[in-house]
């Protein structure tokens, strides 16, 4: 049971990552400057195939490519071994970047932008979640943000997504999430949606596939005997493109590579060319896929999976392609905190371009740098 000194534990914790030293990169809105971008490197020459190549994501829809891509290993050509390791929250995902734990990453859109900015050396692939956001309710009347105001919702990830989504939207409503609704945020989507199978809560704000999951919990037996009825209620694509004007579709997550891999260009076409296959496979063969992603993530089922795929806006849009839906995005999240994205729009390095590979804009050795200190660029 979650109880409210957890939530003060976690609350306390992202604090201390805000201002710690060797974590700063944890805590978005503590960092001061963004750091400059490194000059783009000519194109390097074709490298022999990697030892290893370690993809990661979070129990999202977004993830469902990358674990595919490891079971097949479909790409052999650029490493002997690929695996899948799964990443728990954006805290763990940060560190996971800075410590070059992974060479591929599925993440937010916003925290690569932010990685990039800090000189983390970060290359986004693609985008490929464009729409994976639900208000997941007992109350199947209510539709939109709106119809929510007054009421409880448990939210995930306090201050990343889905939070940012949430307040974005409510705001350009006229609206306060701190004022006109009573949000209690949890550590994880599956927190919240326990609390919400449990009756502890009327609302939750959930990600595909943890909408799918607690529908079909809650439709079978024994938990459907106690359950509560649950409903897809707010739909944040259609709140986005009502309240934007624009299509129901968000740049929400996607795939970036980080570290030494930024550099081969060869690598990095295999990669996104992979991926984009695995994408169109997982949505031709859901429950195929499913039983890939519930024998990595503990928790999901397949059928679960298979309807977050169904419902999903999963589509592998190249980096430069979606670039001006990405910075229209940015240019929201900009207005509101600049601290989300590292002070500014990420310049062009950001996307990856197909032509030519990526240098890594980490802040060099000498540098005064606050990807450890918490402190502004300065070279020496």
């Known amino acids: ?201 009327r609302h939750a704000l959930l990600s595909e596939p943890a909408v799918s999951l607690a529908l079909r919990k809650t439709q079978s037996f024994p938990l459907g005997l106690v359950a509560p009825a649950l409903h897809r209620g707010a739909d944040l694509q259609q709140e986005w493109g009502r309240v934007f004007q624009r299509a129901p579709r968000i740049p929400q997550a996607g795939i970036a590579a980080v570290g030494a891999l930024r550099g081969q260009g060869a690598a990095l076409a295999a990669v996104d060319a992979a991926y984009a296959r695995s994408v169109a496979w997982c949505r031709a063969h859901p429950q195929e896929c499913g039983r890939m992603v519930a024998a990595r993530i503990d928790l999901l089922t397949p059928d679960a999976v298979a309807d977050a795929l169904a419902t999903s806006q999963l589509d592998a849009v190249p980096a430069q392609r979606a670039r001006a839906e990405v910075d229209f995005f940015f240019q929201q999240l900009l207005a509101r905190d600049p601290a989300l994205l590292g002070g500014r729009l990420p310049d062009s390095g950001f996307f990856h371009s197909p032509a030519q590979p990526h240098a890594s804009n980490a802040a060099p050795a000498s540098s005064h740098c606050g990807l450890s200190s918490g402190r502004s660029c300065h070279t020496t």
């Open 1 to 201: 049971m979650l109880m409210n000194p957890v939530q003060s534990v976690d609350q306390g914790r992202r604090r201390l990552l805000q201002t710690s030293g060797a974590f700063a990169l944890a805590g978005l809105p503590a960092w001061g400057a963004a750091a400059p971008a490194a000059p783009a490197a000519a194109p390097a020459a074709p490298a022999a195939p990697l030892a290893r190549l370690v993809l990661a994501g979070p129990p999202a829809i977004v993830s469902a490519p990358l674990i595919h891509m490891a079971e097949t290993q479909a790409l052999a050509g650029v490493a002997e071994r690929v695996e899948f390791t799964p990443w728990r929250d954006p805290d763990q995902l940060r560190v996971m970047a800075l410590g070059r734990k992974a060479d591929v990453l599925a993440m937010p859109s916003n925290v690569a932008a932010n990685l990039y900015n800090r000189g983390a050396g970060v290359t986004l692939l693609s985008i490929s979640t464009w729409g994976a956001l639900w208000i997941v309710t007992r109350d199947g009347a209510r539709r939109t943000l709106a119809d929510f105001r007054g009421e409880e919702i448990a939210v995930p990830f306090r201050g990343d997504m889905p939070d940012l989504m949430l307040q974005l939207l409510t705001a350009r409503q006229g609206l306060d999430v701190r004022r006109d609704f009573r949000v209690r945020y949890v550590p994880t989507p599956m927190e919240a949606m326990q609390l919400l199978i449990t009756r502890r809560v």
